[in-house]
């Protein structure tokens, strides 16, 4: 029997049929493609810690393709320039005047694969993209398409040839999650299978622009009890408090885990917030805020997360 | 048209929300009025009277703003006001013209309540007025009384104030409610161990009996009967053994030596005469403990006759006992008494003294004596003796048409003359009176005794309580060979007089303040017991309350091992209680402040019992994960929790809590007994396995 009584969202459904559809191509990762919607849904940015080749791409690809939107995909490298992303006016000899080329940017979903590949200023300029959605190109300030959703990913810094994302750009994004390798059933069942990039090409979309709109809109309409907030203060006050963080989270690393606790009860068919979905996007939310840019040292989100919880009574 | 200008502006000048609604002042007043009205018996007559006007204009002047005086008017009043204390009192200093001015000045500030100031003002000082109160009564039913009146009192200024969140009088009178049972238990920490005043109040200038009604040191036709229609209480007596019967409960008081043909007074005695008070034999010596009302005068009751001295008093020669001080305050004294004894017999100059006539003596007076003198015995004229004489007197009273009345008729120049020979109607006084003078003329010393005769008994507290009701006088007169003897010519008229309380109809028609039913209406008993445990509650409060002072704070103080600490002892305890109180307080407010809202209450109930089962619910689970656990360690278990959890989690993250869900919950955890549960499965279990085999 369910525990989770559910009440009446908006979509219910909706959301469950995505995660169908997800999983059946992203085999074994359930939980991983759950927080990357609850992620978009909760209007937050993605990143993806991974080697390569565990399906980075693919998710993202996914993802775009499932809730239609408009999909490009930024390759950051060393030499990658800041107009290579937002884009640059060329002068156009037609019309005698500078005309503005959009770059990538301009998309819904980007996928900016290997991020820290980049120098700090490309970085940057995705960064604060991100974060203003709308970029200022020569005096003249455009807006980015709605919705407008980042997936980033990082790989492991032992890689040669990588800059880290200070912490304040790592606090621009709602949540990170970690792909890692299939379990052995699954990758079988993925190495038997056909060819991914097929899959994705040919699923439909699940949900129109306006619905996605809607759904988003109904995240912020969860219900969050005062004993909810209480739960989300005193998580931040024992990160402030405790010896084994530098520094504890951010008000807006608390306004994040609310919201991603909220979208998550939307995925769970609730209209109200309960102590375990906070709990659960606890370890995508709030633990590459704590450990900083250190991708190297992988004590597991889990674990950090783990330990949080386990000092803060509900 | 300046001065108008000027009102105008004045007015104008007060933000709206800064006067005084309506309700407010119309509550005020009724506050103010209702603290006057037991004022209004110590206060002139036409002190109240000014009081009742104003506060008639004050209440008009709500209805009809235009009757509401202007500002030379009230200067008027104002000075009117001062003059009518000044003319009740000639002073508007000391206890009773201060008090009446206090009282003049508050009802006025009533007409001039332009600002919520002047009304906070005019409330405070109606706290301070409550407070003056307790200098002329200090009753149990007044303390009630004015309990209310200062919750009264609270609730306008919280409103006023709208403090802690109230706003209209109703949620007022709640939150001062509470400040008042927060209030109690600081109230006796401070009562119990708040330094007491060694000083007696006087030396602050404060006189704390006043206008009392009770004995006084001198007897006149009058003043007796005028005592016998007042209830009010003269003191309680409690015996450590049996009470005696009621007509050995003789109260000695005050001893009157000399009359001067119309009144009897005290006369001093002769210094150096005869002391100590000697008794030459006496019976067994009863004991008990007397605690007087005020009478502002140096003698204590005590039965005749008294042969213990407590602390601070004295028997004097002609054996009252009397205190050093005048009793200024409630008295509570141990005497001790013998009810059969024999006096020494006095000197010369005392028995000189107690055969003083007055020049009024008629000859008709003379005669009678001489009469009663003379006695044939066998035939023949001899001189009876002056015990024989005495009887002769008593049966004279008796035979002859004496009627016993509290309303005897006026007396004029020669009131014993009068008395013996023409009226014939008076009262224990009149009787007194005139036996004595008798006595004298027959050359027998005598005196007069005042005091209380008999009191009620009761059986609620044990106690008895005399009122000055039961006033009385009779005599005492030296007999050769016998000492002062004690003779009551009153019960020669009617014994009545002793062996039951006063009749109705021998109070008479003028006297209808108190009355006797008679046993047998059940009405009439209950009443009686009514105001029997009315009178207990406030003998309690007397002793418990009243009567707390420095010595019961020393002697607690002892008993706590603190003696050595006298100086600092109560003060540390009294910080120590307090903070300790509050502290108390403190916890109750945060405990409940956690555990306030019922439905953390159920859900802490749930877990208690999962608890019991070895199922505790982790600091940190939720109660999802919770349920789950359980379900899985504990299928049984599954659709009650499960059933709890599917109310409660919507009700406390979705706040969507009703009356009702609470109601189902708490009827789901009615029957949840998990311990149960669990032999009933375990037996379950067994039976299936056995059917299966």
Same mark, same amino acid.
């Given at each position: 029997?369910?525990?989770?009584?559910?009440?009446?969202?908006?979509?219910?459904?909706?959301?469950?049929?995505?995660?169908?559809?997800?999983?059946?191509?992203?085999?074994?990762?359930?939980?991983?493609?759950?927080?990357?919607?609850?992620?978009?849904?909760?209007?937050?940015?993605?990143?993806?810690?991974?080697?390569?080749?565990?399906?980075?791409?693919?998710?993202?690809?996914?993802?775009?393709? /499932? /809730?239609?939107?408009?999909?490009?995909?930024?390759?950051?490298?060393?030499?990658?320039?800041?107009?290579?992303?937002?884009?640059?006016?060329?002068?156009?000899?037609?019309?005698?005047?500078?005309?503005?080329?959009?770059?990538?940017?301009?998309?819904?979903?980007?996928?900016?694969?290997?991020?820290?590949?980049?120098?700090?200023?490309?970085?940057?300029?995705?960064?604060?993209?991100?974060?203003?959605?709308?970029?200022?190109?020569?005096?003249?300030?455009?807006?980015?398409?709605?919705?407008?959703?980042?997936?980033?990913?990082?790989?492991?810094?032992?890689?040669?040839?990588?800059?880290?994302?200070?912490?304040?750009?790592?606090?621009?994004?709602?949540?990170?999650?970690?792909?890692?390798?299939?379990?052995?059933?699954?990758?079988?069942?993925?190495?038997?299978?056909?060819?991914?990039?097929?899959?994705?090409?040919?699923?439909?979309?699940?949900?129109?622009?306006?619905?996605?709109?809607?759904?988003?809109?109904?995240?912020?309409?969860?219900?969050?009890?005062?004993?909810?907030?209480?739960?989300?203060?005193?998580?931040?006050?024992?990160?402030?408090?405790?010896?084994?963080?530098?520094?504890?989270?951010?008000?807006?690393?608390?306004?994040?885990?609310?919201?991603?606790?909220?979208?998550?009860?939307?995925?769970?068919?609730?209209?109200?917030?309960?102590?375990?979905?906070?709990?659960?996007?606890?370890?995508?939310?709030?633990?590459?805020?704590?450990?900083?840019?250190?991708?190297?040292?992988?004590?597991?989100?889990?674990?950090?997360?783990?330990?949080?919880?386990?000092?803060?009574?509900? | 048209?300046?001065?108008?200008?000027?009102?105008?502006?004045?007015?104008?000048?007060?933000?709206?929300?800064?006067?005084?609604?309506?309700?407010?002042?119309?509550?005020?007043?009724?506050?103010?009025?209702?603290?006057?009205?037991?004022?209004?018996?110590?206060?002139?007559?036409?002190?109240?009277?000014?009081?009742?006007?104003?506060?008639?204009?004050?209440?008009?002047?709500?209805?009809?703003?235009?009757?509401?005086?202007?500002?030379?008017?009230?200067?008027?009043?104002?000075?009117?006001?001062?003059?009518?204390?000044?003319?009740?009192?000639?002073?508007?200093?000391?206890?009773? =013209?201060?008090?009446?001015?206090?009282?003049?000045?508050?009802?006025?500030?009533?007409?001039?309540?332009?600002?919520?100031?002047?009304?906070?003002?005019?409330?405070?000082?109606?706290?301070?007025?409550?407070?003056?109160?307790?200098?002329?009564?200090?009753?149990?039913?007044?303390?009630?009384?004015?309990?209310?009146?200062?919750? +009264?009192?609270?609730?306008?200024?919280?409103?006023?104030?709208?403090?802690?969140?109230?706003?209209?009088?109703?949620?007022?009178?709640?939150?001062?409610?509470?400040? !008042?049972?927060?209030?109690?238990?600081?109230?006796?920490?401070?009562?119990?161990?708040?330094?007491?005043?060694?000083?007696?109040?006087?030396?602050? =200038?404060?006189?704390?009996?006043?206008?009392?009604?009770?004995?006084?040191?001198?007897?006149?036709?009058?003043?007796?009967?005028?005592?016998?229609?007042?209830?009010?209480?003269?003191?309680?007596?409690?015996?450590?053994?049996?009470?005696?019967?009621?007509?050995?409960?003789?109260?000695?008081?005050?001893?009157?030596?000399?009359?001067?043909?119309?009144?009897?007074?005290?006369?001093?005695?002769?210094? +150096?005469? @005869?002391?100590?008070?000697?008794?030459?034999?006496?019976?067994?010596?009863?004991?008990?403990?007397?605690?007087?009302?005020?009478?502002?005068?140096?003698?204590?009751?005590?039965?005749?006759?008294?042969?213990?001295?407590?602390?601070?008093?004295?028997?004097?020669?002609?054996?009252?006992?009397?205190?050093? @001080?005048?009793?200024?305050?409630?008295?509570?004294?141990?005497?001790?008494?013998?009810?059969?004894?024999?006096?020494?017999?006095?000197?010369?100059?005392?028995?000189?003294?107690?055969?003083?006539?007055?020049?009024?003596?008629?000859?008709?007076?003379?005669?009678?004596?001489?009469?009663?003198?003379?006695?044939?015995?066998?035939?023949?004229?001899?001189?009876?003796?002056?015990?024989?004489?005495?009887?002769?007197?008593?049966?004279?009273?008796?035979?002859?048409?004496?009627?016993?009345?509290?309303?005897?008729?006026?007396?004029?120049?020669?009131?014993?003359?009068?008395?013996?020979?023409?009226?014939?109607?008076?009262?224990?006084?009149?009787?007194?009176?005139?036996?004595?003078?008798?006595?004298?003329?027959?050359?027998?010393?005598?005196?007069?005794?005042?005091?209380?005769?008999?009191?009620?008994?009761?059986?609620?507290?044990?106690?008895?309580?005399?009122?000055?009701?039961?006033?009385?006088?009779?005599?005492?007169?030296?007999?050769?060979?016998?000492?002062?003897?004690?003779?009551?010519?009153?019960?020669?008229?009617?014994?009545?007089?002793?062996?039951?309380?006063?009749?109705?109809?021998?109070?008479? !028609? =003028?006297?209808?303040?108190?009355?006797?039913?008679?046993?047998? !209406?059940?009405?009439?008993?209950?009443?009686?017991?009514?105001?029997?445990?009315?009178?207990?509650?406030?003998?309690?409060?007397?002793?418990?309350?009243?009567?707390?002072?420095?010595?019961?704070?020393?002697?607690?103080?002892?008993?706590?091992?603190?003696?050595?600490?006298?100086?600092? =002892?109560?003060?540390?305890?009294?910080?120590?209680?307090?903070?300790?109180?509050?502290?108390?307080?403190?916890?109750?407010?945060?405990?409940?402040?956690?555990?306030?809202?019922?439905?953390?209450?159920?859900?802490?109930?749930?877990?208690?019992?999962?608890?019991?089962?070895?199922?505790?619910?982790?600091?940190?689970?939720?109660?999802?994960?919770?349920? @789950?656990?359980?379900?899985?360690?504990?299928?049984?278990?599954?659709?009650?929790?499960?059933?709890?959890?599917?109310?409660?989690?919507?009700?406390?993250? +979705?706040?969507?809590?009703?009356?009702?869900?609470?109601?189902?919950?708490?009827?789901?955890?009615?029957?949840?007994?998990?311990?149960?549960?669990?032999?009933?499965? !375990?037996?379950?279990?067994?039976?299936?396995?056995?059917?299966?085999?």
């Amino acid at each position: 029997m369910s525990l989770h009584p559910t009440s009446s969202p908006a979509r219910p459904n909706l959301a469950e049929s995505i995660l169908l559809e997800a999983g059946a191509v992203i085999l074994g990762k359930d939980r991983e493609l759950r927080l990357a919607l609850a992620c978009l849904l909760a209007r937050g940015h993605l990143l993806v810690e991974d080697l390569p080749g565990v399906g980075k791409t693919t998710l993202a690809h996914l993802l775009a393709r /499932l /809730l239609g939107l408009d999909y490009s995909r930024i390759q950051f490298t060393s030499d990658l320039l800041p107009a290579d992303v937002i884009g640059v006016s060329v002068y156009d000899r037609a019309s005698e005047s500078f005309r503005f080329h959009p770059g990538p940017i301009f998309s819904q979903l980007i996928l900016a694969d290997e991020i820290n590949r980049a120098t700090p200023k490309a970085q940057s300029a995705l960064l604060e993209a991100m974060e203003e959605r709308q970029v200022t190109v020569e005096g003249e300030t455009r807006r980015l398409p709605e919705p407008f959703f980042v997936i980033a990913t990082q790989n492991p810094l032992f890689q040669v040839g990588t800059f880290p994302l200070p912490e304040s750009q790592l606090d621009r994004f709602l949540m990170r999650i970690h792909l890692g390798y299939p379990a052995a059933e699954q990758e079988k069942a993925l190495l038997a299978g056909e060819d991914r990039r097929e899959m994705v090409a040919r699923q439909r979309p699940a949900l129109t622009n306006a619905e996605l709109i809607e759904l988003q809109k109904s995240v912020i309409r969860i219900h969050a009890a005062s004993p909810i907030i209480d739960y989300i203060h005193a998580i931040l006050q024992f990160t402030r408090g405790s010896e084994r963080f530098a520094y504890g989270l951010s008000p807006r690393a608390g306004l994040g885990l609310l919201h991603a606790a909220k979208s998550w009860a939307l995925l769970a068919g609730r209209d109200y917030v309960m102590p375990e979905d906070v709990q659960a996007v606890l370890p995508a939310v709030a633990v590459h805020r704590l450990t900083g840019g250190e991708p190297g040292q992988r004590i597991g989100d889990d674990e950090v997360a783990r330990f949080i919880l386990t000092n803060v009574p509900v | 048209m300046h001065k108008t200008d000027s009102m105008t502006r004045k007015t104008n000048r007060i933000p709206a929300d800064e006067r005084p609604e309506r309700h407010q002042i119309f509550w005020t007043t009724l506050l103010v009025a209702a603290a006057c009205a037991p004022f209004a018996r110590y206060l002139d007559g036409q002190v109240t009277a000014f009081l009742a006007l104003i506060l008639a204009i004050r209440l008009v002047a709500l209805r009809w703003p235009a009757a509401l005086p202007n500002r030379w008017i009230r200067a008027l009043l104002a000075f009117a006001g001062l003059g009518n204390c000044l003319a009740a009192y000639h002073t508007v200093t000391g206890q009773d =013209g201060g008090s009446a001015l206090l009282a003049t000045m508050l009802v006025l500030k009533l007409l001039e309540l332009d600002t919520k100031r002047d009304l906070r003002l005019v409330l405070i000082l109606l706290g301070f007025l409550s407070v003056v109160q307790f200098l002329f009564d200090e009753s149990f039913q007044l303390t009630l009384y004015l309990g209310l009146i200062a919750l +009264g009192l609270v609730t306008l200024l919280t409103e006023l104030n709208g403090g802690l969140g109230a706003a209209g009088l109703r949620p007022a009178l709640r939150v001062s409610a509470r400040l !008042a049972l927060q209030a109690i238990p600081l109230t006796l920490v401070l009562f119990v161990l708040f330094p007491r005043l060694t000083a007696p109040l006087w030396s602050l =200038g404060i006189d704390s009996s006043r206008g009392l009604m009770g004995m006084s040191d001198s007897m006149e036709p009058g003043n007796i009967s005028e005592l016998v229609v007042n209830g009010e209480l003269a003191f309680r007596a409690r015996f450590a053994g049996r009470r005696p019967d009621a007509n050995q409960l003789y109260w000695r008081g005050p001893v009157l030596w000399k009359m001067d043909g119309r009144r009897w007074t005290p006369d001093a005695p002769p210094s +150096g005469w @005869q002391r100590p008070a000697r008794l030459i034999e006496s019976s067994d010596p009863i004991e008990y403990e007397v605690v007087m009302e005020p009478t502002k005068q140096r003698w204590l009751f005590a039965l005749d006759m008294p042969v213990s001295e407590p602390e601070g008093t004295a028997i004097s020669p002609d054996h009252q006992l009397l205190s050093n @001080q005048p009793v200024t305050a409630l008295k509570r004294y141990n005497a001790r008494s013998v009810l059969s004894y024999r006096t020494a017999e006095p000197d010369e100059r005392v028995r000189a003294l107690a055969l003083e006539l007055p020049a009024n003596v008629t000859p008709r007076m003379r005669a009678l004596v001489e009469d009663w003198r003379t006695q044939v015995a066998d035939g023949r004229e001899e001189r009876a003796d002056d015990w024989t004489l005495v009887q002769r007197a008593l049966a004279h009273f008796n035979r002859e048409n004496f009627y016993y009345t509290l309303l005897p008729p006026k007396l004029g120049a020669n009131p014993a003359d009068e008395f013996l020979f023409e009226t014939r109607r008076g009262f224990c006084e009149h009787y007194a009176s005139s036996f004595a003078l008798l006595m004298r003329i027959a050359g027998i010393p005598s005196r007069i005794v005042l005091g209380y005769l008999g009191g009620e008994t009761n059986d609620f507290g044990g106690y008895t309580i005399v009122r000055q009701s039961d006033a009385h006088a009779w005599v005492e007169v030296l007999i050769e060979g016998r000492g002062w003897v004690r003779v009551d010519p009153t019960a020669a008229v009617d014994p009545s007089r002793i062996d039951n309380r006063l009749a109705t109809e021998l109070l008479g !028609a =003028g006297a209808s303040v108190r009355f006797d039913l008679g046993e047998a !209406a059940a009405l009439a008993r209950w009443m009686r017991d009514l105001r029997l445990l009315g009178d207990t509650l406030e003998a309690t409060w007397q002793n418990w309350v009243l009567d707390f002072s420095a010595q019961d704070q020393r002697r607690l103080m002892d008993r706590l091992g603190l003696g050595a600490w006298q100086e600092y =002892g109560l003060a540390v305890l009294m910080v120590l209680a307090v903070s300790l109180t509050l502290g108390g307080i403190l916890l109750v407010l945060m405990h409940e402040r956690t555990e306030r809202d019922p439905l953390e209450r159920l859900y802490a109930r749930l877990c208690r019992r999962l608890a019991g089962v070895g199922l505790p619910r982790l600091p940190h689970e939720g109660p999802g994960d919770y349920g @789950q656990r359980v379900t899985a360690a504990r299928p049984d278990l599954a659709s009650t929790v499960g059933g709890f959890l599917a109310l409660y989690v919507p009700a406390r993250y +979705g706040e969507r809590s009703t009356p009702e869900t609470l109601q189902r919950l708490s009827n789901l955890l009615r029957d949840f007994d998990p311990k149960a549960q669990s032999v009933q499965s !375990a037996f379950r279990g067994k039976v299936t396995a056995s059917n299966g085999g």
